[in-house]
């Protein structure tokens, strides 16, 4: 869906063929859209995938959204991924998938929006109860995304938040402190640097608190689906 697997894997290789990197220390995940749940097509997809990146397996393999929802078990039994997640599920999807008779393999994660103007705090308890971790995509709000409009509040420019970073020496970009693993993208080489120093610091139980007070906004509405009965959005969480 993305179209950037052939670069993403050609990164990759490069720096597996130049012996900065071995496979088994990188984390690599990729997505099914869609189109490609129905069982018969999941194995093609999760192979082209596999032949675009030009890997052997991946170590996660989401379910993009909830809508046509069949399971991929068998990728892990066939050994092209080692785990399989969900993505864009809501509290009673997931609980459909883990009552569903002779699931075998429960989803690793819950890959979600998340980020101070979606702290979706009851969706991620939940997971977390259940053993599933949670990704939070769009961490920073997602500021470039296509349907994005001009009247939209920027999460980087919300004064609170500067102030937070200026306290802390990072940019506003900070990340949240709150089990949850964060895919954060830029394709600026100094922000992605700047994007993996999450480790040095660490933030106030009010900072905290701050950074989770403002009022809800979602990014990603998925309008497009909208009207399907798997439409994962109309849920309280
Ligand atoms: N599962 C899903 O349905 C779903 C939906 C949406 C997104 N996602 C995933 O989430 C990941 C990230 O989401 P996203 O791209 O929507 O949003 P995001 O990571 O919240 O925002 C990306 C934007 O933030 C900017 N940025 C990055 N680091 C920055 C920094 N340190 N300072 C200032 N600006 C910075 C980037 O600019 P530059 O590139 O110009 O640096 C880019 O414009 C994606 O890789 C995608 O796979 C998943």
């Not at 009022?215 to 309280?236: I, V």
């Amino acid at each position: 869906m993305y179209k950037n697997e052939e670069e993403v894997g050609a990164g990759i290789n490069a720096m597996i063929d130049q012996g900065v990197v071995k496979r088994e220390d990188l984390f690599i995940v990729s997505k099914l859209w869609c189109t490609f749940h129905i069982p018969s097509l999941v194995r093609g997809a999760c192979e082209k995938t596999l032949r675009d990146l030009n890997l052997d397996y991946l170590d996660l393999y989401l379910m993009h959204y909830p809508m046509g929802a069949k399971a991929m078990e068998k990728l892990v039994d066939a050994g092209l991924v080692k785990a399989i997640g969900i993505s864009n599920f809501n509290k009673d999807q997931i609980e459909a998938l883990l009552n569903k008779p002779g699931l075998r393999y429960k989803p690793a994660t819950n890959q979600i929006e998340c980020h101070s103007y979606l702290t979706q705090e009851k969706l991620i308890n939940y997971c977390h109860s259940k053993g599933i971790s949670v990704t939070a995509y769009s961490p920073l709000g997602s500021p470039d995304r296509p349907r994005a409009s001009s009247d939209d509040p920027s999460l980087l420019e919300e004064p609170k938040i500067k102030a937070i970073a200026d306290k802390y020496n990072k940019t506003p970009a900070l990340h949240i402190q709150r089990n949850v693993m964060v895919v954060v993208k830029s394709t600026t080489p100094h922000r992605i640097k700047e994007n993996i120093q999450l480790f040095d610091f660490e933030l106030s139980e009010d900072d905290m608190k701050t950074m989770l007070s403002f009022t809800e906004k979602r990014a990603f509405k998925l309008q497009w689906a909208s009207s399907h009965k798997d439409y994962p959005l109309n849920a309280e969480y």
